[in-house]
């Protein structure tokens, strides 16, 4: 049995693609604005890299208003949406911004 699991981690991790990241001039503001003690920027710096190795993590929501395959994640106070580009192996952070604002422009 501890042959069969070590088989299974084996090829979970082989089958497992890291994506790269592209970040737009909006969302790096809106990280400069944060400073950089602030404990909601270590948790969206977090949440970004985790998105790397799993572009749908639990609880993201495809926003279904948009006219693109936008989806977004919950960090608190703050949503981050993104877009997949699964050909090229791609995740763009289109904004990140408080849950009140962050809708009106998309």
Sequence with gaps: MTKLLKN???TARKRRRM???EISSSAIRFLKKLSNSNNDL???NAKI???QLN???FGSVKLTASVG???RVR???Y???YKIKAEQLIIMIVTIGNRKDIYRNL
């Design 8 to 10: 299974w981690d084996y």
């Design 75 to 77: 960090v608190g106070a």
């Design 79 to 81: 949503r981050i949406v």
């Design 19 to 21: 994506y790269n990241l």
């Design 49 to 51: 890299r985790s998105l």
């Design 55 to 57: 572009p749908l993590p």
């Design 69 to 71: 395959n936008y989806y």
């Design 42 to 44: 270590q948790k969206i």
